[in-house]
């Protein structure tokens, strides 16, 4: 999902991923420069920073992963908001986000049990 996120985040500079600039009338956006380099630089960046701190086991990797699945999910909320189109898609990126943040969330239950066990 990271590297989704940052892939058309940088489309989204680019090219608006092919909509139409009317797609941005309900929102506070001119062009789609600001949200494609949230959604490249915040919203990937922290997914994949997340990823990576949970592959070499990091021991802030838990808290990581949960602020990148609360920001995937804060991204995809308001998208729904200020976007009408995509609803399938906003559906399973949200799904995706709870997961994400679920999995984080009992991964970081399971690191303070440990340090409390072993001290």
């Keep these: 999902m990271g590297f989704l996120a940052l892939t058309c985040g940088g489309l989204l500079v680019f090219n608006g991923l092919g909509m139409p600039q009317s797609t ?20 990937g960046g922290s997914l ?36 009408q189109d995509g609803r399938a898609l906003q559906i399973a990126v949200a799904i995706y986000a709870v997961v994400v943040i679920k999995l984080a969330w009992r991964l970081l239950r399971r690191q303070l049990a440990q340090e409390g066990g072993e001290q």
Excluded: K, N, Q, T
């Design 24 to 43: 941005l009338d309900r929102s506070p956006f001119g062009s789609f420069m600001v949200p494609g380099l949230v959604l490249a630089g915040v919203v």
């Design 48 to 83: 994949l920073l997340a990823a990576s701190m949970i592959w070499f086991r990091y021991p802030l990797a838990p808290i990581v992963s949960l602020i990148a699945g609360c920001i995937l999910l804060g991204w995809i909320l308001a998208e729904a908001v200020l976007i």
